[in-house]
């Protein structure tokens, strides 16, 4: 089973996924602007965006996910680079990891 990091502020709450899993799944392109994006992860926003994939990975892989939950007060995931579509994600398939979830410090 996969675990994901799920982080929380006071207002919103993003799931962490590689994005090359997201294209993995197809939907790469379905993934709005509301999430952002650092490096190789997508930071899925909770109201649909994570829903999304969550759909999508339970199609293809079956079964439930794990999620940490990890909660700041003031995340750095609001000055990360909007989510630009998939423009800029190298088209590979990535190998499902097991993330381990990161204690935050308040």
Request: with cysteine; proline share 4%; glycine share 10%.
């Amino acid at each position: 089973m996969v675990t994901f990091n799920f982080y929380t502020d006071p207002g919103h709450g993003w799931l962490e996924v590689p994005k090359s899993l997201l294209v993995t799944l197809g939907i790469a392109e379905d993934i709005s602007s509301c999430s952002y994006e650092n490096g190789g992860l997508a930071y899925l926003e909770h109201d649909s965006d994570a829903g999304t994939f969550a759909k999508a990975y339970r199609s293809k892989y079956g079964g439930s996910m794990t999620v940490d939950v990890v909660h700041h007060e003031v995340t750095p995931i609001r000055e990360y680079r909007q989510y630009s579509g998939g423009m800029f994600i190298h088209k590979r398939t990535h190998p499902l990891i097991r993330l381990h979830g990161r204690n935050a410090q308040a």
